[in-house]
């Protein structure tokens, strides 16, 4: 049972515009969200969080939106960037501070 | 600069034969996590250890996988025997848990990863 689900395996994008990646989760107890970015050969690197006593949190292109009564969260990046270009989890935790469960992942293209 | 490393970077192996993956956190950090990416489940936690110590591995195959911490530097995950169900890619993160209680989320840095294939 996937309790985190991005729903999009991919998603393109032109240079310039804003890219808006979703998110959904089903366990009530989740407070905290994450988003990671993965580089092909890298492994994930933590890109922007949100807690859930947040609607919203900016860092500087990328912007992460949070929907409690629909359990749904989106990240923004704008203006999108070829070097944006990867794969984002999403993930999510709560009732214990170390465990995350991430999602499937969608794979951003942006193209010049 | 700080980093997660893995060894080996790629593993190719035959079903049956033993496989063992290597992670050397962070220095200074105190938690460690195993994880495995596929493309039909995505990143999934199998084991985690705190000063050490595992605190759940609840997420891995009991009967063919292991996960261990011989020393701060040093972690382990096996694989005997191997099925070619376990091809994936493993990832290895560690972090710091800072001190006093609280709500908190533990951020969490990720190796380069190990690509097992086993025919």
């Known amino acids: 049972d996937q309790q985190v689900k991005q729903n999009s395996p991919s998603l393109s994008v032109q240079e310039g515009r804003i890219s808006i990646l979703n998110c959904d989760y089903t366990?009530?107890?989740?407070?905290?969200f994450l988003w990671y970015k993965k580089y092909p050969a890298e492994g994930p690197t933590f890109l922007i969080s949100?807690?859930?006593?947040?609607d919203k949190n900016e860092d500087g292109r990328f912007t992460v939106f949070l929907n409690k009564s629909a359990k749904h969260l989106s990240l923004h990046i704008v203006p999108s960037q070829p070097g944006d270009s990867a794969v984002y989890f999403c993930?999510?935790?709560?009732?214990?501070?170390?465990?995350?469960?991430f999602g499937k992942g969608t794979l951003l293209t942006v193209n010049p | 600069d700080a980093r997660v490393t893995q060894t080996p970077r790629h593993k190719v192996t035959e079903m049956g034969q033993e496989v063992t993956m290597r992670c050397q956190p962070i220095?200074?950090?105190?938690?460690v996590f195993w994880y495995r990416q596929t493309m039909m489940q995505g990143l999934e936690l199998l084991a985690y250890?705190?000063?050490?110590?595992?605190?759940?591995d609840s997420g891995m195959p009991k009967d063919r996988f292991s996960a261990e911490m011989p020393d701060a530097t040093l972690a382990t995950l096996k694989i005997q025997p191997s099925e070619p169900r376990d091809s994936a890619v493993y990832f290895c993160?560690?972090?710091?848990?800072?001190?006093?209680?609280?709500?908190?989320?533990?951020?969490?840095?990720f190796g380069p990863g190990t690509r097992l294939t086993v025919l």
């Open positions: 993160a560690s972090g710091l848990v800072p001190a006093g209680p609280g709500r908190w989320v533990l951020e969490q840095f």
């Open positions: 366990n009530s107890m989740f407070d905290y």
């Open positions: 949100i807690s859930s006593i947040k």
């Open positions: 993930a999510a935790s709560g009732g214990s501070n170390y465990k995350l469960t």
């Open positions: 220095l200074g950090h105190n938690t």
């Open positions: 250890f705190r000063n050490r110590a595992p605190l759940d």
